[in-house]
């Protein structure tokens, strides 16, 4: 009769211990967590360095959950007071926007190399090398700023 009543007085014991542990981590806010178990470094570029598997699946299934609705990428601005970036968030394997614009880029080169030969279409060819002429100077005015 005594041992079960000190079994049961261990058990609500330790049931008593988890229960304030349990509290205390709902306390403890997320942000609280990733402060804990990130660094972040802004020297040479953006690097963030997790600690733990359990912060590196967090942050992977959030930026999934951003993306599986979407063809290959999203992008998402973060705004606080008068500052703002975009980050783009894409699939692995997939092309992000500038990626697709090179791609586009020289599909048009080479589109514009095969007008040339063709006299067919002297007004077409005339419009696209016009074209990426502007889209190199702009390049150039770009990289100059």
């Given at each position: 009769m005594f041992f079960g009543l000190g079994r049961k007085k261990k058990l609500l014991k330790e049931n008593a211990a988890l229960k304030e542990a349990l509290t205390k981590a709902e306390k403890d806010s997320f942000e609280a967590y990733f402060l804990?178990?990130?660094?972040?470094?802004?020297?040479?570029?953006?690097?963030?360095?997790?600690?733990?598997?359990?912060?590196?699946?967090?942050?992977?299934?959030?930026?999934?959950?951003?993306?599986?609705?979407?063809?290959?990428?999203?992008?998402?601005?973060?705004?606080?007071?008068?500052?703002?970036?975009?980050?783009?968030?894409?699939?692995?394997?997939?092309?992000?926007?500038?990626?697709?614009?090179?791609?586009?880029?020289?599909?048009?080169?080479?589109?514009?190399?095969?007008?040339?030969?063709c006299s067919l279409h002297p007004a077409i060819y005339k419009e696209a090398s016009d074209y990426l002429v502007q889209q190199e100077k702009l390049e150039k005015l770009y990289k100059t700023l």
């Open positions: 804990r178990n990130t660094t972040i470094s802004t020297h040479e570029g953006l690097e963030i360095q997790f600690k733990g598997k359990e912060m590196v699946q967090i942050m992977a299934d959030s930026f999934w959950d951003l993306v599986k609705d979407s063809e290959n990428y999203v992008v998402c601005s973060f705004i606080k007071d008068d500052h703002a970036v975009e980050v783009i968030v894409k699939k692995k394997g997939k092309l992000s926007p500038q990626e697709k614009l090179r791609k586009l880029e020289k599909i048009l080169k080479e589109t514009v190399k095969s007008l040339s030969f």
